[in-house]
Structure formats: C-alpha cells, structure tokens
C-alpha cells in the first residue's frame, strides 16, 4: 500500500529468496549448517557478568550516558593494543574508530569509498553482506578466483594490468586474507606483501576484513596486511563477534586518519554512536585479559568441530565434489559436481531436514552455482555428522535424477 | 592524503564550524547549555544492575547472540505495551522496528523515503540531527514556522496548496509535535488531528518524532500523532535515551508493515541488528515498570531544571529578547533582538565561560541568526543560573557594540 512512498534509490532492496527458504527452516527439525553464529560455550560469561556488574558500580554515569562518535577514548586505546596482537604497529587511538558490529564499517566504508562505476576487486567467492552493500554502490565488480592461498595474484595483476591500459583506474580491493568466508583459505605472508605491492603500484586501497584473525587453530595466523602497510593504503576491519560475543554490535575499524575523519562525519548521521555499554564492557575485557586467555579455548572448539565436520564431509559427500581445509574460521566450503545446482537443491535438502547456503550469493557476478558453505561453529559435533549425512545423501540423489 | 579516494556523493560530509568552535570548551571551565544529555541522576542504575545480572544468569546464551534485525521478538512485544502509553493501540509486533538510537530510525527512514527533489515539509525550526540526513538526500525543503501550538497549520495548508497547484507532490512532514527541539512548544490534540486531516486530503506521510513524548511534566502529553493514524500514514518514531539512559543506544519505530519490512532489508545492510544486550535490558526494563516507575521522578527533576533556567533568564536576558517556556523535554530556545548574530557571538560566549548552540543550524534554510537553544537537563542548578547569567551578560555587551 505504501510502496509509492519508498525511494526509488532504495529499490534494490527485495527479500532475498534464500532468506525467504530459510525463514520456512523456523521451529521445524532442521540441522541448519547455514548460519554464521559463534558457539555461545565460548562466551565468558561469568566474566561478562563480573564485568558488567564492576562497570555499573563505578561508572554508571559513563557507562550508560551519550559518548563519542568516534568510539570511548580509553577503550581506542585499548584497541591499539589489541591489534598489536595482529602485528599492527605504529598506530595511535586516532587511527580507530568503533562501529556497531563489523558490518556497519563495511556499510559506512563502501558508501564513504565508492561511487557508481568505480572500479572494484572482489574475491571470488568473498562475504555475501560485504557484497549486498556494495551492490547498492553500483560498481563494477572485477571478481579475482580464490585457490589455496586466496586470491590468485597472477589473474589479479593481468586484470588490474588489462584494466589501467583501458584507462581505467581501480578503486579499491575487498579481500578476507585469513580463514577467508566462505572459502576457508589463508593468504601466506609472501602473498600478503605481493598484493599490497600491487596495490601500492597501481594506487588503490584495500579494504581488509579481518573477521576471522584471532581465529586461526592450525599453525600461526599470519599478521594482518595492515601490519605491513606502510603508506595509509590499507583500511582494516576487526570484530568482536567472534572472540567475545555477537550480542554486543562491536567492530572496529584501523585506518589513516583522513578515513576516521570521514567516517565520523558519516556516523554522526547514521546512529550518533555505538552503544557505550558494549564499548566499556569490552575495553574491560581486554583490560582484565578476558579476550586473551579465551582464545585457545574458542580456537580448541572450533579445531573440534571442524574436524568432526571434515570426516563427516570424507564419509558421506560423493567423490567428485572438492572442499575447503580450513586452517580457522567458521565455514567450510564445498564444491560440487558442475551438474548440481545448489540454489534448486535448497528444497530438497530442507526436506531431509539440513540447510546450508547455496554459494551463488558470494559471487558477484552470482555464479559459483555448484557451491555451497558450511558452518561448523554454531551445530553440535552430533549435529555436524547428523546434518552432513542428510546433505550427502540428498546430494547423491540430486546426482541421480 | 587520501581524499582522492572519497565518493563524490559523500563530499556533503563536511566538518561543521559549530563543531569545532564547541570542541575548544573542552577541559576548560565553560559551562555547556549546548548539549542534549540526559541528567544521569534520572538513570535506574540499581534496578539495571539487577537486571543485567538476571539476564546474564538466565539467558546469556540469547542475550549475547546475534538476534534478529526487526528486533527481539519479546522485545518488541514489551514495545507494543509502551507504545500504548502514548495512546497508540491497534498495532502488534509486526508494527515495530528497533533501531540503534532513533537517530538510525531517521537516517534509514530518510534514506528509504526521500528522492533527491522530493517535496519535504519540516518545522522551523527542527531537530539539526533529522536535517542533517536529510540534507544528504538532496530534497527540496519547505519550512514552516512553529507557533505557541507547534507547526502554523495554516502557513502549511497554504504551502502545501501553492505546491499541488505547481503540479509538486508532497512526499512527507517530519514534526516533533511534544516539547518540541528545540522550539519546545507542544500541538494540542486538535492541531493534531488538523495536521493528519491535511495529510490525508493531499496524500502525504508523516514522520512523528516523539522523543519528548513521556517527557511531558506540565499538564498531560496529548496523544501521539499515530495515535489518530488510521490509514498506516504515520510513521512514529521513539527513543529510550530520554526515558532509560542513551548509552544503550536504543530507539523503536511504529508504523505500517510496508515500511517496517523495507527497514528490515535496509538494515541488514547497515548493521545486521541492534545489541541484543540493550534490547534485553529494556524489555526486562519495561516487563518490570522499571520505566513506567521511573518518569515521574524524571519529569520532577526536569521542572525544577526548567524552572530555573526560565527564573534565571528572565533576570539576566535583555527585555526585548523572547524565549519558549516548554511544558517538556530539555531545551528553551530564545529569541534575540535582530541585531545579534548568535553564531557569531559564540566566540565571545565561550570566553566568558559559557556554551550554547545557535539557533541557524535549525532551519532548513539557515535563517533564524538571533536564536539559539538552551540545553536545562544536564547541568546543575548552579550551572544553569551562572551560565544563563554568564550569556546575559555576553548579549547585553554585544548589544552595546
């Protein structure tokens, strides 16, 4: 009845059918493998609790008062110190700013950044929510395919390369380097330097999402490319979703100052601030070593469940699908048989009761049509073998159709 | 350095005078009527203490997920029982929309509504914060004076025929129709009804700001606007800031289920959902009449405030000089001789020790030089008369100049 009224710049806007598929998963018995939630045993709740209740009896009137927009000062501080832990130096509370969740600095900086037309390098497959915002950008997108070390930077220099001879000029490059969602792959630290080498040449930024740093459980993570930025080139993301808890809305951003600056003026607009009380309650938890000492704990369940979910995969999907090892994260992603169409096959798998993300959505150009992603963070370890199993088995009857 | 990178359509985004004349106040002895804070002594800490440890102790496993981006269901629920005490009935949960603050309710709802040349309607003066977005869709603004009894309902009738006779159409009003920021003037019920009347006749929406709604400690709050709404035209929007505390950032809207569903799509890009901690402490906040037990105290503690700062401006303004007197809210706006302009006597103001904000950030049109707003809630008594005291003395120089 009121659709006239809407703007015709916000039309983009429709109800994904996936979301609409998935609603119908609600209250029935379905192993859902689709979702992105952390596991709440990792949440350190008694700690939150002491926290919480420390903070109100000394500073209440802080705590649950307007702050500023930028972030609360004392927990920026903290910030830097906690990026430290992902190698980057050299950088002053001026340099972060605190977002509600990491998904609001990908909204704010894809709005702040990009203008219709420009040019932009995306993983292929990379984080649908980063893609939905950029979509509204109307960019061209330039997808770079993923293998075993992210972004293959051969395909990625011939593209920047065919590109700049065509007189063109490339915005930026979005690119998750560790734990990569979904494709579950790592950048090593040679890797690393070479594409910022890259950007440096060609003058563009890259916008790094770091979502999933502190959550490498095989080896080392290797340090953030922000960490070998030398020239303000790199823009990095971090959340506190995934090391304390979702609930609280905390992202951050690390950049040079001139981004700060044109991200305040844009969030005075958006919200004014980001809660203070999640802000204090997680400067506490850095301050009292909370994040710190959590973290073998969250990476030792996550090791576990990834495990069990791998051998699942080994034993029920068929032999000609491919799927990721990653060494963190959340996801493992899959792909099938060129004959299976992911998207179609959604309602057959919720049938047997099992739901994933049909891959297509983490391609900008929407291909990938035989992929999927698997989360195996959030299900327990019967649940994970549980969901595999209904997943392989509807995959080899869609096989046999 | 890294402007070259900057969106085009983001450059609005420029640093405001005020802004930086007003962060000078700061750690110097000034006395700051400027602000918008909320007086802490009005903050439940204990019964919040109580709360969060509850929350913390019986579902810390929700209240630390991620939730859902419309809002937490029983949350939303608590927020149809609120919204009844604004006299608004006849809606359910599918009515409401939880936002980080009722700043992000306005920036979305601008953002899904306005078109850059769209007509809007809007109060002279009005809330900046609203014009500021605003702005950034480029719409064709149309002022209309408030009066003792909020917006001139004839002026707007007059308006709004000029432009249909144009061939315009009005796209939406915003109003702030209870003590109003910062005019603080209040629409009786029949200037309410009047106003939906025209609204209907010329077919346009209403956005209704009620962020002073239960704020009202001077006779009664007529009823919302929506309260009236019979054909889903009025969009409401309310805040906890000023009945809670704001550093939950936490803000609802009321409207048609068209919008809500438009909200929802807009904030999945923006920040996937509002901090489920907040919504929780507000909902178990309402559930207990935490709030409801809370406002007279409130509204007590503003009217001595008010009282005050009237008592105390009456002694120190010149007698030529007018000033509202608000049955509600936070603010007294004034009015000056014509001769001073009071962005320009800022400066001045603040050597004597004293900060306000000028009047001309809120019009549209940025008329409106001799005014200036007057922020009774945050500050002491003490405060409250040695800085009205203070800007007595500054315009009675700059009026001998």
Redesign the interface.
């Given at each position: 009845?009121?659709?006239k009224?809407?703007?015709?710049?916000?039309s983009y806007?429709?109800?994904s059918e996936i979301r609409d598929l998935l609603k119908l998963t609600e209250g029935r018995d379905v192993i859902s493998l689709a979702g992105g939630?952390?596991d709440?045993q990792t949440?350190p709740?008694e700690e939150?609790?002491k926290i919480?209740?420390d903070i109100?009896?000394n500073y209440?009137?802080?705590?649950?008062?307007?702050?500023t927009t930028a972030g609360i000062f004392e927990f920026r501080k903290e910030l830097v110190n906690l990026s430290r832990l992902r190698g980057i130096s050299n950088i002053s509370e001026k340099n972060i700013f605190v977002?509600?969740?990491s998904?609001?600095a990908l909204?704010m900086l894809f709005?702040?950044?990009?203008?219709p037309g420009d040019e932009v390098i995306v993983e292929a497959p990379t984080y649908l929510?980063a893609l939905?915002?950029m979509r509204?950008?109307r960019p061209n997108f330039n997808s770079i395919n993923v293998n075993d070390n992210g972004p293959d930077l051969d395909e990625l220099e011939k593209k920047v390369r065919e590109k700049v001879s065509d007189g063109k000029k490339i915005?930026?490059i979005y690119v998750i380097p560790t734990a990569q969602n979904p494709a579950g792959t790592t950048m090593n630290l040679d890797n690393r330097k070479r594409l910022l080498e890259i950007a440096s040449k060609y003058d563009f930024?890259v916008v790094e999402d770091d979502a999933y740093g502190f959550l490498v459980f095989e080896g080392d993570s290797p340090p953030a490319i922000k960490a070998l930025d030398k020239e303000?080139r790199v823009i990095y993301t971090g959340t506190f979703?995934k090391i304390l808890?979702?609930?609280?809305?905390l992202g951050w951003v690390v950049a040079?100052e001139?981004?700060i600056?044109?991200l305040e003026?844009?969030k005075?607009?958006?919200?004014?601030?980001?809660?203070?009380?999640?802000q204090f309650i997680a400067m506490e938890a850095i301050r009292r070593g909370v994040i710190q000492n959590n973290l073998p704990k969250i990476r030792r369940i996550y090791k576990e469940k990834r495990n069990v979910m791998l051998e699942a995969i080994q034993e029920y999907f068929p032999k000609d699908a491919r799927w990721s090892k990653p060494i963190g994260g959340m996801f493992v992603f899959a792909w099938l048989p060129e004959k299976i169409d992911t998207t179609k096959m959604l309602e057959k798998a919720l049938q047997k009761g099992v739901a994933y993300v049909p891959g297509s959505s983490f391609y900008a150009d929407y291909s990938g049509k035989n992929t999927m992603r698997l989360n195996f963070s959030y299900p327990s370890k019967e649940q994970l073998v549980e969901g595999i199993k209904r997943l392989g088995e509807t995959i080899k009857q869609e096989l046999n159709v």
């Open positions: 009845m009121l659709e009224f809407f703007s015709k710049e916000t806007l429709r109800t939630l952390p709440p949440f709740v939150i609790k919480v209740n109100l009896t209440y009137d802080r705590a649950l008062q307007y702050s977002t509600v969740g998904q609001e909204f709005n702040i950044l990009v203008d929510a939905n915002v509204t950008r915005k930026l930024l303000g979703s808890t979702p609930g609280l809305r040079h001139d981004v600056r044109e003026l844009y005075q607009n958006i919200d004014l601030h980001t809660p203070s009380l999640s």
